[in-house]
């Protein structure tokens, strides 16, 4: 019976995949500290255990309801902070009376009802993918209804994911004839992506200007409430802060988490105590306001002016998008609880109090928000609202990062560094590269103009914008994915289109007084997107144009005419199909290959998660005798890659699985050779623990591994020796592979399976290119500038494939492959 044994270090700080095969992973900690940790082990696992008992009693959409307030309504809840200072500015000073107070209250009032509650609560959480929510979303979603996508690698067996969800079958002639003419022209479909790009630009330029905003509104109470504190020292004190967030973000959200959703809800009450009270105290009429007339009165009284205005009227729906955004981290029944029962009451009521106050007080519209809190209550509630801004700010950073990574598995944003914070949560991450690229750019913002009024300029344009974008792809959402009429979508377009392009056109209006930062930070990582997708896609488009002829190597016979050397050969590729043309420059420089060759792409799907059992999909290349198959490894855009270096030990069952099953099933064994490039089958890892494939063992224990030792390479012994003389308490798990004694197993399977785990035994080795892309000497000047320095640039500066990819650099071989694209 054949066997291997194969050594898999386990670090005890790194975070573990879910598990396929039902192994439990647990840290070892060294001898000194065994049992400290032990303790610490325990007293953590009982204070979880408590507190869940106390929450189990909530229905679940109470809880997740209970914990969005301090991830999603953070940055809602800060908006009165600076909305009344920011929207009576330049012109509108000159109008500074009780009725168009009175008007600019009736605004806000009916802003916050139909966008954020009409238009988010009602329509767009129910337009998820697949509980996932955000701009990218709904690209990911039209991609998979329609061929909008630029990068042509989605096969037709990834529509068979359980993770894809469709609408209705059936579509109208005007919907099928509309998507027949964007799948047509090439330009729209690039158009498409310029406008997720822009809006995923504006969220990460978002990312820069909040925190700068609401640290610099809280703070400010100091300086403008009379408290003695010089412009210099608020200043000051708001650059301690931002620091201090940005630098504790590798703790990751998880170990403070628990205090974000009491700080939000105690200032979502505080406020709407403070804004009651003014109510009844200061001018109780102020509900009169609450009609859509006292709208028409303001812009009769104010005319161009009032318009201007609603650049600043826009901030009091700034953090809108965060509730479609964060939805995979919680349920659109529970963000809509938690909007319409709290959120949106404690907002109306501390605008509807502010506004009461300042009729009575006009001189004090330049602090309304801290001149409309009693005395005795201001220390508290100026602690309270420097929280609440911290908690917003966590919350945009975050999402920052969660758009990124979004990005970068989409294919529109360079290899970084991802590190997950969270065991629990798989949406917590932290990108090391991004906070501190944010936290410069922040503090540029918040020293560059440290006013508030001038901040909301670039705050409210950013905003705007990601609101108008969404409602645009709404609008093919609905006629794409809900198979609605274009005529409903036409409405729906044009209602909230007029609604927010009013907006939008008095946040362009103060691009000269701070909007151009929102405008060029977008600019930047849009360009920066836009220039890798526009790479990889050239890339792409290359290898898939030079791949090698199927017949060349069917031509040269099983042994490929060269030398067939002992090992498993994973040769990377982003093709999905065909034989990369890396593999015929390697035999071209060195006559020789592994005995089993696999063809592996890496490769991102447009859904949120793939699950285990559907992450390989394993075909063969040519027949039998040359030992060639392909695997797509596919994940969704939200999904870990491969950190738990288990991929070779899956990989190797889902092979065997496959070898079993085609001999099984009649329709991987068609005698057509063209067929041996192209039919693959899904190989679920349910299979692998019911023991049908290869019988695994597993024996846990500390040393050098026993095939090492056994080895026949002194050169490896002593390399292994002196390793283990470093790391003497690494834990090493032995994986034997052993063939089955299934009854009726015929000779040529199990000489194909016997000649897989000698392979396996032999080692492993992973094969890549490392490419140099050059643009063609007959290319543009653009495509030259974008390609020889924009692209090559990034690829220069950020992660390798095979560090992205978790590929051990000790078996690492990389050839070098120019791209003249």
């Given at each position: 019976?054949n066997?291997?044994?194969?050594?898999?270090?386990?670090d005890?700080n790194?975070l573990?995949?879910p598990?396929?095969?039902?192994e439990?992973?647990?840290p070892i900690h060294?001898s000194g500290?065994e049992?400290?940790g032990e303790?610490a082990?325990?007293?953590?696992?009982?204070?979880k255990?408590t507190?869940?008992?106390?929450?189990?009693?909530?229905?679940?959409s109470?809880?997740?309801?209970?914990?969005?307030f301090?991830?999603?309504?953070?940055?809602?809840?800060?908006?009165?902070?600076y909305v009344?200072?920011?929207?009576?500015?330049?012109?509108l000073?000159d109008h500074q009376?009780?009725?168009t107070i009175?008007?600019?209250f009736?605004l806000?009032?009916?802003?916050?009802?139909?966008?954020p509650?009409?238009?988010?609560?009602?329509i767009?959480?129910?337009?998820?993918?697949n509980?996932?929510g955000?701009?990218l979303?709904?690209?990911?979603?039209?991609?998979?209804h329609?061929?909008f996508?630029l990068?042509?690698n989605?096969q037709a067996?990834?529509?068979?994911?359980?993770s894809?969800?469709y609408g209705?079958?059936g579509?109208?002639?005007s919907?099928?004839a509309?998507?027949r003419?964007?799948?047509k022209?090439?330009k729209?479909r690039?158009g498409l992506l310029?406008v997720?790009?822009?809006g995923?630009?504006m969220?990460?330029?978002?990312?820069v200007?909040?925190?700068a905003?609401?640290?610099?509104s809280s703070v400010?109470?100091?300086?403008?409430?009379g408290?003695?504190?010089?412009?210099?020292?608020?200043?000051?004190?708001?650059?301690?802060?931002?620091?201090?967030?940005?630098?504790l973000?590798?703790c990751?959200?998880?170990?403070?988490?628990f205090?974000f959703?009491p700080?939000?809800?105690l200032?979502?009450i505080?406020i709407f105590?403070i804004?009651?009270y003014?109510v009844?105290?200061?001018?109780?009429?102020?509900?009169?306001?609450?009609s859509?007339?006292?709208?028409?009165?303001?812009?009769g009284?104010?005319?161009r002016?009032?318009?201007?205005?609603l650049?600043g009227v826009?901030l009091?729906?700034?953090g809108?998008?965060?509730?479609?955004a964060?939805?995979?981290h919680?349920?659109?029944c529970s963000?809509?609880?938690?909007?319409?029962?709290l959120?949106?009451?404690c907002?109306?009521v501390?605008?509807?109090?502010?506004?009461?106050?300042?009729?009575k007080?006009?001189s004090?519209?330049?602090?309304?928000?801290?001149?409309?809190?009693?005395d005795?209550?201001?220390?508290?509630v100026?602690?309270?609202?420097?929280?609440a801004?911290?908690v917003a700010s966590?919350?945009?950073i975050?999402?920052?990062?969660?758009i990124?990574?979004?990005?970068?598995?989409?294919?529109c944003f360079?290899?970084v560094?991802?590190?997950?914070?969270?065991?629990?949560?798989?949406?917590?991450?932290?990108?090391?590269?991004i906070?501190w690229i944010?936290?410069?750019?922040t503090l540029?913002v918040?020293?560059?103009?440290?006013?508030?009024?001038?901040?909301g300029?670039?705050?409210?344009l950013?905003v705007m914008?990601?609101l108008f974008i969404?409602?645009f792809l709404?609008a093919l959402?609905?006629?794409?994915v809900?198979?609605?009429?274009?005529?409903?979508?036409s409405?729906?377009?044009l209602?909230f289109?007029?609604?927010?392009g009013?907006?939008?056109?008095?946040?362009?209006?103060?691009?000269?007084?701070?909007?151009?930062v929102?405008?060029v930070l977008?600019?930047?990582?849009m360009f920066?997107m836009?220039?890798?997708?526009?790479?990889t896609?050239?890339?792409?488009?290359f290898?898939?144009h030079?791949?090698?002829?199927?017949?060349?190597?069917?031509?040269?016979?099983?042994?490929?005419?060269i030398?067939?050397?002992?090992g498993?050969g994973l040769?990377y590729s982003e093709l999905a199909?065909?034989?990369?043309?890396i593999f015929?420059?390697?035999?071209?420089n060195?006559?020789?290959f592994?005995n089993v060759l696999?063809?592996?792409?890496?490769?991102?799907v447009?859904?949120?998660y793939?699950s285990?059992e559907?992450?390989?999909?394993?075909?063969r290349?040519?027949?039998r005798p040359?030992?060639m198959?392909r695997?797509i490894?596919?994940?969704?855009y939200?999904d870990l890659?491969?950190e738990d270096g288990n991929?070779?030990?899956l990989?190797?069952q889902?092979i065997?699985e496959f070898i079993?099953?085609?001999?099984v099933e009649?329709?991987?064994?068609?005698?057509d050779?063209?067929?041996y490039?192209?039919?693959m089958?899904?190989i679920s890892?349910?299979?692998f623990?019911s023991?049908?494939?290869?019988?695994v063992?597993?024996?846990?224990?500390?040393?050098?591994?026993?095939s090492?030792?056994s080895s026949?390479s002194?050169t490896l012994?002593?390399?292994?020796?002196?390793?283990?003389?470093e790391n003497?308490?690494?834990?090493?798990r032995q994986v034997r592979?052993?063939?089955?004694q299934?009854p009726?197993m015929?000779p040529?399977?199990r000489d194909?399976?016997s000649?897989l785990?000698q392979?396996k035994?032999?080692?492993v080795?992973?094969i890549m290119g490392?490419s140099?892309v050059?643009?063609?000497?007959?290319?543009?000047f653009?495509?030259?500038?974008?390609?020889?320095?924009?692209y090559s640039?990034l690829?220069?500066?950020c992660?390798?494939p095979?560090?992205?990819?978790?590929?051990?650099?000790?078996?690492?071989i990389?050839v070098g492959?120019?791209?003249?694209v």
């Amino acid at each position: 019976m054949n066997q291997i044994e194969i050594d898999h270090d386990e670090d005890s700080n790194r975070l573990p995949m879910p598990k396929t095969s039902g192994e439990v992973q647990e840290p070892i900690h060294s001898s000194g500290q065994e049992g400290q940790g032990e303790h610490a082990q325990i007293a953590k696992n009982r204070k979880k255990l408590t507190s869940e008992f106390c929450l189990a009693s909530l229905p679940p959409s109470l809880l997740l309801a209970y914990q969005s307030f301090g991830v999603v309504y953070g940055d809602l809840s800060t908006s009165p902070l600076y909305v009344y200072k920011s929207t009576f500015v330049g012109k509108l000073q000159d109008h500074q009376d009780p009725d168009t107070i009175f008007g600019a209250f009736s605004l806000i009032f009916w802003t916050l009802t139909l966008i954020p509650l009409l238009k988010y609560i009602i329509i767009v959480l129910s337009a998820d993918d697949n509980g996932e929510g955000g701009t990218l979303a709904l690209y990911s979603l039209l991609c998979r209804h329609g061929k909008f996508s630029l990068l042509p690698n989605q096969q037709a067996a990834d529509e068979e994911l359980s993770s894809y969800k469709y609408g209705p079958p059936g579509q109208s002639s005007s919907s099928l004839a509309f998507k027949r003419f964007l799948e047509k022209h090439k330009k729209l479909r690039t158009g498409l992506l310029l406008v997720v790009l822009v809006g995923a630009g504006m969220v990460i330029g978002d990312g820069v200007i909040t925190p700068a905003m609401s640290v610099l509104s809280s703070v400010s109470g100091l300086n403008d409430a009379g408290k003695r504190i010089t412009e210099g020292g608020v200043l000051l004190l708001a650059c301690v802060i931002l620091v201090g967030l940005f630098a504790l973000q590798h703790c990751g959200t998880h170990k403070v988490g628990f205090l974000f959703a009491p700080v939000v809800i105690l200032w979502l009450i505080s406020i709407f105590s403070i804004g009651l009270y003014n109510v009844i105290r200061w001018n109780p009429k102020i509900v009169f306001a609450l009609s859509p007339h006292y709208i028409i009165k303001f812009f009769g009284r104010t005319g161009r002016d009032g318009w201007i205005s609603l650049g600043g009227v826009l901030l009091s729906i700034t953090g809108t998008e965060a509730m479609f955004a964060d939805l995979g981290h919680f349920s659109a029944c529970s963000i809509r609880l938690a909007f319409v029962f709290l959120v949106y009451p404690c907002l109306v009521v501390q605008y509807m109090g502010q506004a009461a106050f300042l009729s009575k007080n006009i001189s004090s519209i330049p602090n309304s928000f801290y001149a409309s809190i009693p005395d005795a209550v201001f220390w508290p509630v100026f602690v309270i609202a420097t929280l609440a801004a911290i908690v917003a700010s966590q919350a945009i950073i975050s999402a920052t990062f969660s758009i990124i990574k979004q990005c970068h598995a989409l294919g529109c944003f360079p290899r970084v560094k991802i590190v997950h914070t969270s065991k629990q949560i798989r949406g917590q991450i932290y990108i090391p590269e991004i906070n501190w690229i944010l936290m410069i750019l922040t503090l540029a913002v918040a020293v560059g103009f440290h006013d508030t009024t001038t901040i909301g300029n670039a705050y409210g344009l950013a905003v705007m914008s990601v609101l108008f974008i969404t409602t645009f792809l709404m609008a093919l959402v609905m006629v794409f994915v809900w198979q609605r009429s274009v005529l409903l979508a036409s409405v729906f377009l044009l209602f909230f289109g007029f609604i927010e392009g009013a907006y939008l056109t008095a946040a362009y209006i103060k691009v000269p007084q701070g909007g151009w930062v929102s405008l060029v930070l977008s600019f930047i990582f849009m360009f920066i997107m836009f220039v890798w997708h526009y790479g990889t896609r050239r890339k792409y488009n290359f290898d898939l144009h030079n791949k090698v002829p199927l017949k060349w190597i069917l031509g040269l016979g099983p042994s490929l005419g060269i030398v067939r050397v002992p090992g498993i050969g994973l040769i990377y590729s982003e093709l999905a199909t065909g034989v990369p043309s890396i593999f015929s420059h390697f035999v071209t420089n060195l006559p020789a290959f592994h005995n089993v060759l696999v063809f592996v792409c890496v490769k991102s799907v447009p859904v949120p998660y793939v699950s285990p059992e559907e992450r390989f999909l394993i075909g063969r290349v040519c027949p039998r005798p040359y030992r060639m198959y392909r695997c797509i490894v596919r994940y969704g855009y939200k999904d870990l890659q491969g950190e738990d270096g288990n991929f070779e030990n899956l990989l190797i069952q889902s092979i065997a699985e496959f070898i079993q099953m085609e001999a099984v099933e009649p329709q991987f064994s068609s005698p057509d050779s063209v067929s041996y490039d192209g039919r693959m089958a899904v190989i679920s890892t349910r299979t692998f623990q019911s023991g049908s494939s290869l019988i695994v063992s597993e024996v846990e224990e500390f040393g050098s591994s026993n095939s090492i030792q056994s080895s026949k390479s002194l050169t490896l012994q002593s390399l292994r020796s002196a390793y283990d003389d470093e790391n003497p308490r690494i834990r090493k798990r032995q994986v034997r592979f052993q063939i089955p004694q299934t009854p009726g197993m015929s000779p040529a399977v199990r000489d194909e399976l016997s000649d897989l785990i000698q392979a396996k035994e032999a080692g492993v080795a992973y094969i890549m290119g490392h490419s140099y892309v050059k643009a063609r000497r007959s290319s543009s000047f653009l495509k030259k500038l974008v390609i020889d320095f924009g692209y090559s640039f990034l690829r220069k500066n950020c992660r390798g494939p095979g560090v992205a990819l978790h590929i051990p650099h000790i078996s690492l071989i990389e050839v070098g492959m120019i791209y003249h694209v």
